[in-house]
């Protein structure tokens, strides 16, 4: 069962973002930009497990903890008004110009002759651009029907983009289909002695929460094959507690997602000799930046599940890992400290062998390294098609 979950917090969000707080620390709870998918996966299994309990008295045994950390969570993804938003993809440059902002394409192009760099690889391009304009602030999240446009056509010429104007999340931008970074609410807070009910001297704290307003949600695809705890899907509508400072959220169960490959994309890499790899949430890869599935020595490897299709990997546009940890409440103590490939990280590859149509098997899937971590929602992919020759690259003698 595949069922879509929107996720409505009636107060700022908490997502912390792992820097320290605590009594004689920092008295700042800080937060992230967007949530990591494990607060939301621990959040939805809680949520299903706390459902399912009452029938075994309320007590999350081994069993139960096992079956719930094999349901598959996606996300979380950014509703506005019923649309889905995605994290921008990092394969641009933003740049103002007379005719307004476009988005410049970011692509891999070999060195020139005589020249070199240090990338890891002999295999690997560095990352070029067709412009010498001054960068600009760029949309953080862009709707499914403008980032299909993004994979589906790469031209030199890019794609025009909105004036943010100093504006976050409104009707104008969201019919434009771009939307900026939720605004962030800060709020003071004190200790208070349970005995007294007066104030702790000294417990004078701030936390800091996403804002979504009426509007905007956050949107999971979870996937169950557990039938009693697919049940507890049916028809999902109630508050559960969500983020730092247990704030409330509705939980809602919706019909009318279609998680599918647009079918663009799928015409646009019927037949392509290279194609875009954009992660859709943020990655878990035991070599760092490097999926598990790309031999390190050769830069060359098959996508899971796609035996037939072999692609060699010519460069990538990421960002500054970001540390991700926790507390494990299955174990009761500190997840180790890991780095993640941000979302919106773009690998590139050459076709050597097979048709990447398959690929639209794997749209929105996980290729994480770990299976859990695949479970808990991290590196969902989607997929695109880019031409080689637009930068001046291609192997020789094409």
């Given at each position: 069962?595949?069922?879509?979950?929107?996720?409505?917090?009636r107060d700022?969000?908490?997502a912390?973002?792992g820097r320290?707080?605590?009594?004689?620390?920092?008295?700042?709870?800080?937060?992230?930009?967007?949530?990591?998918?494990?607060?939301?996966?621990?959040?939805?299994?809680t949520?299903?497990?706390n459902?399912?309990?009452?029938a075994?008295?309320?007590?999350?045994?081994?069993?139960?903890?096992?079956?719930l950390?094999?349901?598959?969570?996606?996300?979380?993804?950014?509703?506005?008004?019923?649309?889905?938003?995605?994290?921008?993809?990092?394969?641009?440059?933003?740049?103002?110009?007379?005719?307004?902002?476009?988005?410049?394409?970011?692509?891999?192009?070999?060195?020139?002759?005589?020249?070199?760099c240090?990338?890891?690889h002999?295999?690997?391009w560095?990352?070029g651009?067709?412009t010498?304009?001054?960068?600009t602030?760029?949309?953080a999240?862009?709707?499914?029907?403008?980032?299909?446009?993004?994979?589906?056509e790469?031209?030199?010429?890019?794609?025009a983009?909105?004036?943010?104007d100093?504006?976050s999340?409104?009707?104008?931008?969201?019919?434009?289909?771009?939307?900026?970074?939720?605004?962030?609410?800060?709020?003071?807070?004190?200790?208070?002695?349970?005995?007294?009910?007066t104030?702790?001297?000294?417990?004078?704290?701030?936390?800091?929460?996403?804002?979504?307003?009426?509007?905007?949600?956050?949107?999971?695809?979870?996937?169950?094959?557990?039938?009693?705890?697919?049940?507890?899907?049916?028809?999902?509508?109630?508050?559960?507690t969500?983020?730092?400072?247990?704030r409330?959220?509705?939980?809602?169960a919706?019909?009318?997602?279609d998680w599918?490959?647009p079918?663009?994309?799928?015409?646009?890499?019927a037949?392509?000799?290279?194609?875009?790899?954009?992660?859709?949430?943020?990655?878990?890869?035991d070599?760092?930046?490097?999926?598990?599935?790309?031999?390190p020595?050769?830069?060359?490897?098959?996508?899971?599940g796609?035996p037939?299709?072999?692609l060699?990997?010519?460069?990538a546009?990421l960002?500054?890992?970001?540390?991700?940890?926790?507390?494990?409440?299955?174990?009761?103590?500190?997840?180790?400290?890991?780095?993640?490939?941000?979302?919106?990280?773009?690998?590139?590859?050459?076709?050597?062998?097979?048709?990447?149509a398959?690929?639209?098997?794997?749209?929105l899937?996980?290729?994480s390294d770990?299976p859990?971590?695949?479970c808990?929602?991290?590196?969902?992919?989607?997929?695109?098609?880019?031409?080689?020759?637009?930068?001046?690259?291609g192997?020789s003698?094409?």
């Amino acid at each position: 069962m595949i069922a879509a979950v929107r996720i409505s917090p009636r107060d700022p969000l908490i997502a912390r973002d792992g820097r320290p707080f605590s009594p004689g620390g920092s008295n700042r709870v800080r937060c992230l930009d967007w949530p990591y998918p494990s607060t939301m996966a621990g959040a939805m299994r809680t949520l299903l497990g706390n459902r399912s309990a009452p029938a075994r008295n309320g007590r999350f045994d081994e069993a139960l903890i096992s079956r719930l950390k094999r349901v598959e969570v996606g996300g979380p993804f950014f509703s506005y008004q019923g649309q889905l938003f995605w994290q921008a993809p990092r394969d641009l440059l933003p740049v103002g110009d007379d005719d307004g902002i476009r988005a410049r394409p970011l692509r891999p192009q070999p060195c020139a002759s005589g020249a070199g760099c240090n990338l890891p690889h002999a295999e690997l391009w560095p990352i070029g651009v067709n412009t010498g304009a001054k960068p600009t602030l760029a949309p953080a999240f862009w709707s499914s029907e403008r980032l299909a446009d993004w994979l589906a056509e790469d031209s030199a010429a890019g794609l025009a983009l909105p004036s943010l104007d100093g504006a976050s999340v409104g009707q104008k931008a969201a019919q434009e289909g771009y939307l900026s970074h939720l605004p962030k609410e800060t709020r003071v807070h004190v200790g208070i002695d349970h005995y007294s009910g007066t104030a702790q001297e000294g417990l004078l704290y701030q936390t800091e929460g996403l804002v979504f307003g009426e509007d905007a949600a956050l949107m999971l695809r979870v996937e169950v094959s557990d039938v009693e705890l697919a049940a507890q899907l049916a028809g999902l509508r109630c508050l559960a507690t969500l983020g730092g400072e247990r704030r409330l959220a509705e939980f809602m169960a919706v019909d009318g997602i279609d998680w599918s490959m647009p079918r663009s994309v799928s015409q646009a890499l019927a037949g392509a000799r290279a194609v875009r790899m954009l992660l859709a949430t943020p990655a878990l890869f035991d070599q760092g930046w490097l999926p598990g599935w790309v031999e390190p020595s050769s830069m060359r490897g098959t996508p899971p599940g796609m035996p037939g299709l072999w692609l060699r990997l010519r460069g990538a546009t990421l960002e500054r890992w970001r540390p991700i940890s926790g507390w494990d409440l299955h174990a009761r103590g500190p997840k180790a400290g890991r780095r993640l490939a941000p979302a919106g990280s773009v690998y590139f590859f050459e076709v050597e062998q097979g048709d990447p149509a398959a690929l639209a098997e794997l749209w929105l899937k996980s290729i994480s390294d770990n299976p859990q971590d695949c479970c808990d929602g991290f590196g969902l992919v989607m997929w695109g098609r880019w031409d080689p020759r637009q930068m001046g690259g291609g192997r020789s003698g094409e």
